[in-house]
């Protein structure tokens, strides 16, 4: 027990007596003195101690539990304790470190002229012993340049450069169903207007871009899809069906906007929710506003005799966002 | 001096004209206590909503055939079919009176009693053959079947935390204020723009399960902390370079600045 006392008088001896630092004669000193800063070592003891107790709270935060507002408090207290332990260091530096600006002159110019005639000197003699100059230099112009080009080569994994043949591949093949997301075929009696469903070609990867389509019923009146797609083949019965993939950028056409009373209202179209590309499905897909720069892809449709949705064909266009050459080709299965 | 009179006080004429607009508002009918409520609901409607939808419901089809009463040029779908669910939500979040037949319907101040509104929502229920005020059970519903039927069917334009957004020509409201009553009469009106969605496409029992998640949505666990406005990245960004950043240049110059010599 004496001995735990002992250590004890030790310890709150060693910390709270003053140290008495040797000091050396002013001459021999390479920083320059200055005195001692008691009220800012009472700063910074405050700062630590405000820290020390912002730490333990976040501590006691953590313990409680079930503290309103937890993250915000275990935020807070973290965070007061980073600032006050960063403002006592702030103080040590600016109060209590000493420190000194030492200003020193640039050298002139002209000192260095011998210097630079050396360094020239030293590097066209080091080269003497080379005899075939011409030739080093095209070998080494040769590995640096196959070197960069080593390093460009994985761009080309970024996507085809001659062969775009399956840009234009889509599942769609005359008579392939359009069914739900849990495989149930679609009925044309089934599709509303005002409603708009997304459909799959059924028994084919989903996941492709050609894959999904957007399938609306609009009043036959209203369709202007031009005279070289005739109603019947393209909007059997008013309903149409087009490609879910916006030609701007790629993003799946998430928007339907219908107008409940037609008279003073936008016309129906679709809207894709990236850069608000706007599609009219009654003219064939054609763009009304947005930075889409070509018509969505139109499917052509058949209603088989059980009355349920068919592929007439493939897209009239190649589906997702353009490329160069995007109108050379027609999509194909 | 006689004329010049007259010119003058034909030059003030007309703002003093243009400053009295004409008497406009919501014509309260006083019908005697015991009226029948589709009696009332149907002077509400002759005096409110006829110059837009025609004195018996029909619609005023185009711009400027002004059928109804007053002189308003208005145009307005037919009510003929929509029923008592259709009149019962455009009435109780204030979208009906329009102040302009070309402008959105927005939330606003509710302009009737509630007494009125179900007086004119049954008038408007005895015009034909229309769906009834629904009775959503969002307590029978699944927050998380919600939440995926919200971000097929809704957040495209509401945005997943039903917080609203914007189409070309148009405005997706948040739906912070939305009633589960007027939640479940949306889906099936299609307000504006909004697509309609038939109990095919969301059955009643798939709609209480996208009620349950929108009432999540307005009081979700921001287990982050802070919500911020739920925005995402913007208001984050906001903090870091309004606060953050000034906070840190501020200590940057405290900590570097150059001794007084």
Redesign the interface.
């Known amino acids: 027990m004496t001995k735990f006392k002992d250590w004890l008088v030790a310890g709150a001896v060693l910390l709270l007596s003053k140290t008495h630092p040797s000091r050396r004669d002013d001459e021999q000193r390479i920083v320059p003195d200055a005195p001692p800063d008691p009220r800012a070592e009472t700063w910074v003891l405050a700062l630590f101690g405000l820290a020390s107790l912002a730490a333990v709270g976040f501590i006691v935060v953590y313990a409680l539990d079930r503290l309103s507002h937890q993250t915000q408090w275990l935020g807070v207290t973290l965070g007061l304790a980073l600032a006050f332990l960063a403002a006592a260091c702030t103080v040590i530096g600016k109060r209590l470190v000493a420190t000194e600006e030492l200003a020193e002159d640039y050298p002139q110019p002209d000192d260095h002229v011998g210097d630079q005639e050396a360094v020239v000197e030293i590097v066209e003699e080091s080269g003497d012993r080379l005899s075939r100059k011409r030739l080093l230099k095209l070998g080494g112009a040769a590995a640096g340049g196959s070197l960069g080009l080593a390093l460009l080569t994985p761009a080309v994994s970024l996507g085809p450069v001659f062969d775009m043949s399956r840009f234009y591949g889509t599942p769609w093949t005359r008579g392939r169903r359009l069914v739900d997301e849990r495989g149930r075929p679609y009925r044309a009696d089934g599709i509303e207007e005002a409603v708009f469903y997304t459909a799959y070609p059924e028994g084919a990867d989903r996941e492709t871009i050609g894959a999904p389509v957007l399938v609306v019923r609009l009043k036959p009146a209203a369709l202007h899809l031009g005279s070289h797609k005739p109603v019947a083949e393209w909007a059997p019965q008013g309903i149409l069906a087009y490609s879910k993939i916006c030609t701007h950028a790629g993003c799946a056409i998430a928007l339907y906007r219908k107008p409940t009373f037609p008279v003073t209202e936008p016309r129906p179209a679709f809207v894709c929710p990236c850069h608000y590309s706007t599609f009219d499905p009654a003219t064939g897909g054609t763009v009304l506003f947005g930075p889409a720069g070509r018509p969505l892809p139109q499917l052509p449709l058949l209603v088989d005799p059980r009355g349920q949705l068919r592929a007439r064909g493939n897209f009239d266009q190649p589906v997702g966002p353009s490329w160069w050459g995007v109108r050379m080709e027609k999509p194909n299965p | 001096m006689r004329r010049l009179l007259v010119i003058a006080v034909a030059l003030a004429l007309p703002p003093a004209a243009l400053a009295d607009p004409p008497p406009s508002g919501i014509v309260h009918p006083s019908a005697p206590p015991g009226t029948p409520l589709v009696e009332l609901g149907y002077q509400l409607y002759a005096g409110n909503c006829s110059s837009c939808h025609g004195s018996k419901g029909e619609g005023v089809?185009?711009?400027g055939a002004v059928e109804g009463a007053g002189d308003v040029p208005g145009?307005?779908?037919s009510l003929r079919s929509v029923g008592a669910l259709s009149a019962d939500f455009y009435l109780r979040t204030g979208y009906m009176p329009l102040d302009d037949?070309?402008h959105?319907p927005h939330r606003s101040r509710v302009l009737f009693s509630n007494h009125e509104i179900e007086a004119m929502v049954a008038y408007v229920a005895s015009l034909g053959n229309g769906p009834p005020v629904p009775k959503p059970h969002p307590e029978r519903g699944n927050v998380a079947e919600g939440l995926h039927l919200f971000t097929s069917h809704c957040?495209?334009?509401h945005q997943v935390v039903a917080r609203g957004?914007?189409?070309?020509?148009?405005v997706a409201p948040p739906l912070s204020n939305s009633t589960d009553v007027q939640i479940a009469e949306a889906v099936r009106?299609?307000?504006?723009?909004?697509?309609?969605?038939?109990p095919?496409?969301i059955s009643d029992r798939q709609l209480d399960s996208i009620i349950a998640y929108v009432a999540y949505a307005k009081h979700p666990d921001d287990?982050?902390?802070?919500s911020i406005g739920r925005l995402g990245p913007v208001p984050e960004g906001l903090v870091t370079w309004w606060i953050a950043i000034v906070a840190l240049v501020a200590?940057c110059l405290?900590?570097a600045g150059?001794?007084k010599?």
């Open positions: 089809p185009k711009l145009a307005g779908p037949p070309g959105q957040a495209g334009c957004g914007y189409v070309t020509g148009g009106v299609g307000p504006y723009l909004m697509p309609t969605f038939s095919h496409a287990r982050g902390g802070w200590s405290v900590l150059r001794l010599s």
